[in-house]
């Protein structure tokens, strides 16, 4: 019987092996996401700001609400959006009441861009997990749930 405690000589311990794994798998799975984001001259996070921002359509998300609902952040959140609104994916506007709060809503060619993507994108998650079954991937959700959950805000 092997010794599943100990970690393999090519890591420091059994943290970094798990770590590194996590790293391996995500830029493995990033790769087929980028692969259909690319065709549509967009990043992933862009796309995940155009469907938070679909969510709460008609209404908008105050700048810093939207950054902070972002899958991974986003450091340079104006650039992001520059380049949304530049395609007319998305519509800003500053608040008459406090100028320094920028309210952020998905325009009708970005609502009619996530249309397009949306069988896209189900079939790039088939692609990246469709091998798994239903169990293990419960199991595997529940698990990164648990492991991020201490470095959460």
């Given at each position: 019987?092997?010794d599943t405690?100990a970690?393999s000589?090519?890591f420091?311990?059994?943290?970094?092996?798990?770590?590194?794994?996590?790293w391996?798998?995500?830029?493995?799975?990033?790769a087929?996401?980028?692969e259909?984001?690319?065709?549509?001259d967009?990043?992933a996070?862009?796309?995940?700001?155009?469907r938070?921002?679909?969510?709460?359509?008609?209404?908008?998300?105050?700048?810093?609400?939207?950054?902070?609902?972002?899958?991974?952040?986003?450091?340079?959140?104006?650039?992001?959006?520059?380049?949304?609104?530049?395609?007319?994916?998305?519509?800003?506007?500053?608040?008459?009441?406090?100028?320094?709060?920028?309210?952020?809503?998905?325009?009708?060619?970005g609502?009619?861009?996530?249309?397009?993507?949306?069988p896209?994108v189900?079939?790039?998650?088939?692609?990246?997990?469709?091998?798994?079954?239903?169990?293990?991937?419960?199991e595997?959700?529940?698990l990164?749930?648990?492991?991020?959950?201490?470095?959460e805000?």
């Amino acid at each position: 019987m092997t010794d599943t405690s100990a970690s393999s000589p090519r890591f420091d311990s059994l943290e970094q092996e798990a770590y590194l794994n996590l790293w391996r798998t995500y830029d493995r799975l990033r790769a087929i996401e980028d692969e259909l984001f690319d065709r549509f001259d967009l990043t992933a996070q862009q796309y995940n700001a155009l469907r938070l921002l679909k969510v709460v359509h008609p209404g908008t998300l105050p700048t810093l609400k939207l950054g902070s609902k972002l899958i991974s952040r986003a450091p340079d959140m104006t650039r992001l959006l520059d380049k949304l609104e530049k395609r007319n994916l998305i519509e800003r506007q500053r608040l008459p009441g406090n100028r320094r709060v920028v309210e952020v809503g998905i325009a009708p060619a970005g609502m009619a861009l996530l249309e397009e993507l949306a069988p896209l994108v189900l079939e790039c998650h088939r692609r990246q997990l469709g091998h798994v079954d239903p169990t293990t991937l419960q199991e595997l959700v529940t698990l990164l749930h648990r492991v991020r959950l201490p470095h959460e805000a």
